[in-house]
Nanobody, 122 residues
Framework: QVQLVDSGGGLVQAGGSLRLSCVASGRTFRVYAMGWFRQAPGKEREFVAAINWSGGITWYADSVKGRFSISRDNAKNTVYLQMNSLKPEDTAVYYC???????????????WGQGTQVTVSS
């Protein structure tokens, strides 16, 4: 089992940047694929980005390609989401997720963080 703690959200103007972090407990972090999802008010949770256990493979939603970058540091049990060129439509609660199955990480990870609010003002 793994526990996830998200952080790094905040209020930023359109065009700005934020970096989210997700720290995982446990010594088996490196076996998990990690992902980021977001949920805007009144909308369903949606996939944003994911990364495989080694960091060698990444996946992105079309809406964030070229603007967001996911990375991980297995020595620190941490996954990051660098968000650049933020838009008001990126406003949402962002959640990190973990799963040993790469097929599941982009759909419904087994483990979730508590979420961190990102608000982008126009």
């Amino acid at each position: 089992q793994v526990q996830l703690v998200d952080s790094g959200g905040g209020l930023v103007q359109a065009g700005g940047s934020l970096r989210l972090s997700c720290v995982a407990s446990g010594r088996t972090f490196r076996v998990y694929a990690m992902g980021w999802f977001r949920q805007a008010p009144g909308k369903e949770r949606e996939f944003v980005a994911a990364i495989n256990w080694s960091g060698g493979i990444t996946w992105y939603a079309d809406s964030v390609k070229g603007r967001f970058s996911i990375s991980r540091d297995n020595a620190k049990n941490t996954v990051y989401l660098q968000m650049n060129s933020l838009k008001p439509e990126d406003t949402a609660v962002y959640y990190c997720g973990a799963d040993v199955d790469e097929r599941t990480i982009k759909v419904a990870p087994r483990y979730w963080g508590q979420g961190t609010q990102v608000t982008v003002s126009s």
